[in-house]
């Protein structure tokens, strides 16, 4: 079974935002939520890189872990959903999350939060009907019911961002990183190659 | 060769060696500072070479991974930050120690509390003689059952969103337990502010009858006679009341002051403050649950007489002078009709609240 | 109350304290960034060899160069 992935290419993104607007638009998502955001990091100086970050749908996911009514559930495609009927608003998935992906509608004294909301690789809820009026309410459109990729990815102007089955996607930027023959961006670089800075 | 031709000899050599000393001295003069330059240059191409053998990219990604802030157009909470791993940390702890620990905790007391009752037995009233003393005043009896009161059910409440996963879903089925948690969540929420007004206005009445005396690591030593059959000298307050007294204060000042950082999250807090609160919140509530069970035991079934002094406010004075010896002393040193005119600690302590 | 009765309850009580130590890990390891605690590597030995470490510097100075 595919398990879905993002991807980012922070040598591609150049920070448009186009998948923040695109996700926004395409899902009606209230005021104040954003469930893309780009982060640019060493904003303005050389070495800067943009990386576009969501839900990452992790295997082993924390929000998921400490959430107290346990709404959370991950599909056949390994993507991480969550029951908008069962959340409680507590806040916890928001604690434990480490990018930041769950928000709240609201944000008030006294722990009032509202229902979370959060990026559902394009793939509504646990509603019984695809697409139904009262799915598209709650989590927007459900594109993957559809055979469709998350509209963030589709509408990436510089195909930076990467959505769909993990092996493909590793699979085309593996490609990428060859033929440009850059460094991968790794971790471990300096366990590998035994080299210090 | 003539003396002359030597002397001409001589002096061309002091020249020629005069000259190529100033042109040495020149050159030197011009080129030495130079070096200057040329180590710098020499060090400047060693760190380049040893810069080109490492990726500069490698410290890079770990420092995001760390936490770094960065930059976004999109306004929220910490939304600057790429990676939070703190998260994680309270994940493991919260799941791990603070729920398992907790719970063999409470439960552990409630078992010992059980095994003490069948075994060993409460405190039985020796004797019973029908003459009242007024122990607690009508406010402090309503300070202390609107304190209980709201501690069980914010206890259950809170309970429930730690281990109520594990323990009321299997029972309840997930929307059940939804539908629980969806109504226990604000309760726990605005109940909080009440609990923490009575809390601060219980332990500013009661702070003085809970001052440690010199008598009461004696009670300590005796366990309260609870196992010896003694009754160790005790105040107004015994020494395990007064342990449950402070232990109250330190867990209850660490359960609002964290609570206040979950319950305002329109405050801005950061998500390490939240995570750090809520597990100060949970060890702080678990260890005075702990307590409090202990506390509900010794004042119901644990000590015959107990419960209908918190209740109508007077005790039997046979009661008093078997738990509360100096107290009852005092009382009766105080005035001739104790019996309705309150007892003394009792009195100056509504006079500093 | 009844002998059995107060038998079943310790006994109930003692389950549900020796259950709740199942509940999640006491001491889990708790990770910070850029400090490594797992099991050590045996694939670092290899690298340790002189032809290894050639090789992997000829590639690095082939292709991982910052562009």
Redesign the interface.
């Known amino acids: 079974m595919a398990r879905m992935k993002f991807l980012c290419d922070s040598e591609r993104c150049i920070e448009c935002?186009g998948c923040?607007t695109a996700c926004k638009n395409e899902h009606e998502v209230p005021w104040?939520v954003?469930r893309r955001?780009?982060?640019?990091?060493?904003?303005g100086v050389p070495?800067e890189?943009s990386?576009s970050?969501a839900c990452m749908h992790c295997t082993d996911a924390?929000c998921a872990?400490?959430?107290?009514?346990?709404?959370f559930y991950t599909t056949d495609d390994g993507i991480v959903l969550h029951d908008k009927?069962?959340?409680?608003?507590?806040?916890?998935c928001?604690?434990?999350?480490?990018?930041?992906a769950p928000?709240?509608p609201q944000?008030?004294?006294?722990?009032?939060?509202g229902k979370m909301d959060k990026c559902t690789f394009c793939a509504g809820g646990p509603e019984g009907k695809d697409n139904s009026e009262e799915e598209r309410h709650k989590y927007g459109r459900n594109r993957i019911a559809e055979g469709k990729l998350p509209l963030c990815a589709e509408m990436c102007s510089t195909k930076a961002l990467l959505a769909g089955d993990g092996d493909m996607v590793a699979d085309i930027y593996r490609e990428r990183v060859l033929k440009?023959?850059?460094?991968p961006?790794t971790?471990g670089?300096?366990?590998?190659?035994?080299?210090?800075? | 060769m003539s003396d002359a031709q030597a002397t001409e000899g001589k002096r061309a050599r002091r020249f020629k060696a005069m000259l190529w000393s100033i042109v040495v001295i020149a050159v030197g003069s011009m080129t030495l500072p130079l070096a200057g330059y040329l180590y710098t240059a020499a060090v400047q191409a060693q760190e380049q070479a040893a810069g080109d053998a490492a990726n500069p990219r490698s410290e890079y990604w770990r420092e995001v991974r760390g936490g770094m802030a960065g930059y976004t157009a999109v306004v929220g909470q910490e939304t600057d930050v790429l990676i939070q791993s703190r998260g994680q940390v309270w994940r493991e702890i919260r799941g791990g120690p603070v729920a398992t620990l907790g719970a063999i905790l409470v439960l552990g007391v409630i078992l010992a509390v059980l095994t003490f009752h069948f075994t060993k037995g409460g405190a039985k009233l020796e004797h019973r003689t029908g003459k009242k003393v007024l122990r607690w005043s009508a406010l402090d009896r309503v300070l202390h059952w609107y304190n209980a009161t709201l501690f069980i059910i914010l206890a259950i409440t809170g309970m429930s969103m730690l281990w109520g996963r594990a323990v009321l879903i299997p029972v309840l089925g997930k929307e059940g337990f939804a539908a629980y948690a969806a109504f226990a969540k604000p309760v726990h929420d605005y109940l909080a502010l009440f609990f923490a007004v009575g809390l601060i206005v219980i332990v500013l009445k009661w702070f003085k009858r809970n001052i440690w005396a010199s008598y009461d690591k004696e009670w300590l030593k005796n366990l309260g006679g609870s196992f010896n059959g003694t009754h160790p000298p005790a105040g107004f307050a015994n020494a395990g009341e007064k342990l449950y007294f402070w232990a109250l204060v330190i867990t209850g000042t660490g359960i609002v002051v964290s609570g206040f950082y979950m319950l305002f999250p329109n405050l801005g807090f950061t998500r390490e403050a939240m995570q750090n609160a809520n597990v100060i919140h949970g060890i702080s509530s678990l260890v005075i649950i702990a307590f409090a069970c202990g506390h509900i035991y010794l004042g119901t079934a644990g000590t015959e007489g107990a419960l209908e002094g918190m209740w109508t406010g007077e005790v039997d004075e046979g009661w008093a002078k078997q738990h509360h010896g100096l107290w009852l002393e005092e009382v009766k040193k105080q005035g001739a009709a104790p019996a309705r005119e309150g007892d003394a600690s009792g009195t100056s302590a509504t006079a500093s609240a | 109350m009844k002998t059995s009765t107060v038998k079943l309850t310790v006994c109930v009580a003692a389950t549900l304290v020796a259950l709740a130590g199942c509940y999640g890990p006491v001491f889990p390891t708790v990770y910070e960034p850029g400090e490594y605690k797992g099991a050590s590597d045996p694939l670092l030995k290899t690298h340790a060899t002189a032809e290894s470490k050639q090789a992997l510097q000829q590639r690095f100075t082939t292709s991982q160069t910052d562009r």
């Open positions: 935002n923040v104040g954003n955001r780009v982060v640019t990091l060493d904003d070495g890189r990386i970050v924390p872990a400490v959430c107290p009514v346990d709404c009927d069962l959340c409680i608003g507590c806040g916890y928001f604690y434990a999350c480490p990018f930041g928000q709240y944000k008030e004294a006294f722990g009032v939060r440009r023959s850059g460094r961006q971790w670089w300096d366990t590998a190659y035994q080299e210090k800075s």
